[in-house]
């Protein structure tokens, strides 16, 4: 077999470039060479500040201590996204991590709820979910259950400041023996028989040669799109918004455990509380709504006194036709862009990260590996797509230009069966590979006001006494537990404070 490691070369430094770095230098060095070039002047685009679970698991591979990430980062936690006025213009709902319910029968919990409230004995859906309980009340624990605890786990992710998470990883990448060149990239050197890239030429006319590049050179794709013109799948059509706008506050009590997503006229508002500031944005489409009248109504909206000016971004829904082509994988928004409703894009870093060291160690990539990857990466992103547009076109915001247009949109084949599928049988049915299964399609789709026609027969099999009083039970023990655990804010001052505050 051949083990040989290739000389990686990363192109950029933003969170792509360093998680990069970071996960090569700590499965492929020592042994491999891996160089990253970044460009102060040219900047990253400094934003992607929530995250979903599983960036715990690229943590815990790569050995990072919870408590100094947290630390580093001025993080705090994070149990799911509270979404305002997504379905009926004064409505609310979470979509939180982990468990929806508990078991009662075979059927998945949302049937019994179903059942539940046309017999009238059920709450609103987030009553019987415990991150959202828990997070209701603005407190944080880390749980662990003993076998045999019939209660749910309670999932987490993270809000960090995306500069200081880049920061922290590039000391990992650096200590472990990533080599780190500063300058813009001016020119590509190529293969002549083969077309690879042979190497890039930095300003001050260093050359940087490589086996294998990784292009985490921003929305620019300044090697997939600018040298290899791999091609760009535009979804501005079912996706329409084009601009943030961003600026930080101060923060403010209490400091929440969740992404705040509140819909407004066009578009939306997040914010994203952090231990030193909170992060605010407002996504629009640039079709209905200026960059100031954005800005102007982003800043009325601020719990705190504004951090900075309000700084706008530009960008193009959709994604790369390849994110592998030649010996350039594209990783980061060089390989496509969803909007941050759902906290995805860090997580399509740790998944293409995933996919490429499965390449690793070995010889040159071969069309089959670099096809599978491709087809990989658009199942994954096509997917989240999906999900994302859901929550525009489910809303019942009647009377709203924006939103008149996206109800009204024709949608992608795989979503519109998926819909149709939940009405008519509350199954969601999604494949093992999606990112969200049915417990996070099930939140959104009840939260904004979808319902099945009818629920599953089995879970009429539950007498009604024991149904009715299971739903209590449930809720009345995620409250009690939820009861026991710390303030949000006091957890994370106790467990993994700022070192410096900025
Ligand atoms: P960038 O940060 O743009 O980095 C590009 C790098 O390439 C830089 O270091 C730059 O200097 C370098 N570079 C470019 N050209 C050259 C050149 N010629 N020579 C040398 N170097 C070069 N994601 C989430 O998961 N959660 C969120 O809440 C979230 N919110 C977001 C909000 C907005 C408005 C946007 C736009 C994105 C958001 N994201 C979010 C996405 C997240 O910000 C990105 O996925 C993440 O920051 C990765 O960016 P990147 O590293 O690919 O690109």
Redesign the pocket.
């Given at each position: 077999m051949d083990v040989r490691l290739p000389h990686i070369v990363v192109?950029?430094?933003?969170?792509?470039?360093w998680m990069t770095a970071a996960a090569l230098a700590r499965f492929c060095l020592p042994g491999g060479k891996v160089t990253l070039?970044?460009?102060?002047?040219?900047?990253?685009?400094?934003?992607?500040?929530?995250?979903i679970p599983a960036i715990q698991q690229f943590n815990q591979a790569l050995e990072i201590d919870e408590a100094e990430f947290v630390a580093a980062t001025g993080g705090t936690y994070k149990l799911g996204i509270a979404f305002q006025g997504w379905g009926k213009p004064d409505e609310g709902y979470v979509h939180a991590f982990g468990q929806v319910g508990r078991g009662i029968g075979l059927l998945p919990f949302h049937h019994y709820w179903l059942r539940g409230r046309a017999l009238g004995y059920a709450k609103p859906f987030g009553h019987y979910l415990f991150n959202t309980v828990v997070l209701a009340g603005n407190r944080f624990a880390h749980v662990t259950r003993a076998d045999g605890n019939p209660l749910p786990p309670l999932p987490y992710a993270f809000h960090f400041d995306?500069s200081l998470y880049a920061r922290f990883l590039r000391s990992y990448a650096e200590e472990r023996g990533v080599v780190r060149l500063e300058?813009?990239?001016?020119g590509v050197e190529r293969h002549g028989e083969s077309g690879d890239i042979a190497a890039v030429l930095?300003a001050d006319g260093t050359r940087v040669a490589g086996n294998l590049f990784v292009d985490?050179?921003?929305?620019?794709g300044?090697l997939i799109e600018q040298e290899l013109q791999a091609g760009y799948e535009d979804w501005t059509h079912w996706l329409p918004c084009d601009r943030?706008v961003?600026v930080p506050c101060s923060s403010v009590q209490p400091v929440t455990p969740y992404?705040m997503a509140t819909a407004r006229k066009v578009g939306w508002q997040?914010r994203?509380p952090l231990q030193h500031r909170i992060g605010n944005?407002r996504?629009f489409s640039s079709e209905f709504l200026s960059e100031d009248e954005a800005a102007s109504e982003l800043l009325r909206n601020l719990d705190g006194k504004p951090a900075a000016e309000p700084r706008t971004?530009r960008?193009t829904t959709g994604k790369r036709r390849k994110a592998f082509v030649r010996n350039v994988v594209a990783?980061?928004?060089?390989s496509g862009?969803i909007?941050?409703l759902e906290?995805?894009?860090?997580?399509?870093?740790q998944t293409g990260i995933n996919r490429l060291l499965e390449l690793l160690p070995g010889g040159p990539v071969s069309d089959r590996a670099r096809d599978d990857f491709n087809a990989r990466f658009d199942r994954e992103i096509e997917s989240i797509r999906d999900f994302v547009i859901l929550h525009y076109h489910a809303n019942q915001r009647v009377g709203e230009p924006f939103w008149d247009m996206v109800r009204a949109m024709q949608l992608p084949d795989s979503l519109q069966h998926r819909i149709e599928l939940f009405r008519a049988t509350g199954n969601v049915a999604p494949s093992l590979d999606e990112l969200f299964d049915q417990r996070g399609w099930v939140q959104v789709l009840i939260g904004q006001n979808i319902m099945p026609e009818r629920w599953h027969p089995l879970a009429n099999q539950v007498e009604e006494a024991r149904l009715a009083e299971f739903f209590d039970l449930t809720e009345g023990a995620y409250i009690q537990e939820a009861a026991r655990m710390p303030d949000h804010g006091q957890f994370v001052a106790h467990f993994a404070p700022m070192k410096t505050m900025m």
């Amino acid at each position: 077999m051949d083990v040989r490691l290739p000389h990686i070369v990363v192109v950029g430094g933003g969170t792509a470039g360093w998680m990069t770095a970071a996960a090569l230098a700590r499965f492929c060095l020592p042994g491999g060479k891996v160089t990253l070039v970044e460009s102060d002047e040219i900047g990253t685009v400094g934003v992607g500040e929530a995250t979903i679970p599983a960036i715990q698991q690229f943590n815990q591979a790569l050995e990072i201590d919870e408590a100094e990430f947290v630390a580093a980062t001025g993080g705090t936690y994070k149990l799911g996204i509270a979404f305002q006025g997504w379905g009926k213009p004064d409505e609310g709902y979470v979509h939180a991590f982990g468990q929806v319910g508990r078991g009662i029968g075979l059927l998945p919990f949302h049937h019994y709820w179903l059942r539940g409230r046309a017999l009238g004995y059920a709450k609103p859906f987030g009553h019987y979910l415990f991150n959202t309980v828990v997070l209701a009340g603005n407190r944080f624990a880390h749980v662990t259950r003993a076998d045999g605890n019939p209660l749910p786990p309670l999932p987490y992710a993270f809000h960090f400041d995306a500069s200081l998470y880049a920061r922290f990883l590039r000391s990992y990448a650096e200590e472990r023996g990533v080599v780190r060149l500063e300058g813009r990239i001016t020119g590509v050197e190529r293969h002549g028989e083969s077309g690879d890239i042979a190497a890039v030429l930095l300003a001050d006319g260093t050359r940087v040669a490589g086996n294998l590049f990784v292009d985490c050179s921003g929305f620019r794709g300044l090697l997939i799109e600018q040298e290899l013109q791999a091609g760009y799948e535009d979804w501005t059509h079912w996706l329409p918004c084009d601009r943030a706008v961003a600026v930080p506050c101060s923060s403010v009590q209490p400091v929440t455990p969740y992404t705040m997503a509140t819909a407004r006229k066009v578009g939306w508002q997040w914010r994203i509380p952090l231990q030193h500031r909170i992060g605010n944005g407002r996504v629009f489409s640039s079709e209905f709504l200026s960059e100031d009248e954005a800005a102007s109504e982003l800043l009325r909206n601020l719990d705190g006194k504004p951090a900075a000016e309000p700084r706008t971004l530009r960008f193009t829904t959709g994604k790369r036709r390849k994110a592998f082509v030649r010996n350039v994988v594209a990783i980061g928004l060089s390989s496509g862009f969803i909007e941050p409703l759902e906290s995805t894009s860090i997580h399509l870093i740790q998944t293409g990260i995933n996919r490429l060291l499965e390449l690793l160690p070995g010889g040159p990539v071969s069309d089959r590996a670099r096809d599978d990857f491709n087809a990989r990466f658009d199942r994954e992103i096509e997917s989240i797509r999906d999900f994302v547009i859901l929550h525009y076109h489910a809303n019942q915001r009647v009377g709203e230009p924006f939103w008149d247009m996206v109800r009204a949109m024709q949608l992608p084949d795989s979503l519109q069966h998926r819909i149709e599928l939940f009405r008519a049988t509350g199954n969601v049915a999604p494949s093992l590979d999606e990112l969200f299964d049915q417990r996070g399609w099930v939140q959104v789709l009840i939260g904004q006001n979808i319902m099945p026609e009818r629920w599953h027969p089995l879970a009429n099999q539950v007498e009604e006494a024991r149904l009715a009083e299971f739903f209590d039970l449930t809720e009345g023990a995620y409250i009690q537990e939820a009861a026991r655990m710390p303030d949000h804010g006091q957890f994370v001052a106790h467990f993994a404070p700022m070192k410096t505050m900025m």
